[in-house]
């Protein structure tokens, strides 16, 4: 009789613990919910981080006076052209 309420008792204790430790403010739910929050935050800034260092880039290049980025950039972005040069738009049309 003991043993038997011994071993119930033990197994509503470590089913109560299990429950405890998955469910509370700071469970195992909890740190796989951040984890992943955190997984994809780092993805993100990742990212950023490797446009950040292409805009740099291109920056330095423009500060450093180089002249095919140059016209490149007011070409494409400005459509400016040299003289004598006609541009051409071409219009994309949706599928």
Known sequence: MK???FIT???????????????????VIK??????????LSQKIDSV??????????IDSLKKKIPAKIERLAREEYG????????VKVKVVGD
Request: proline share 0%; glycine share 10%.
């Open 9 to 27: 008792l033990l197994a509503v204790l470590i089913i109560a613990g299990a429950g405890y430790l998955a469910f509370n403010s700071t469970g």
């Open 80 to 87: 400016m052209a040299r003289r004598n040069e006609e541009v």
């Open 31 to 40: 740190y796989i919910s951040v984890k992943g929050t955190a997984d994809s």
């Open 3 to 5: 043993r038997t309420y």
């Open 49 to 58: 981080n490797s446009v950040n260092t292409s805009l740099v880039n291109g």
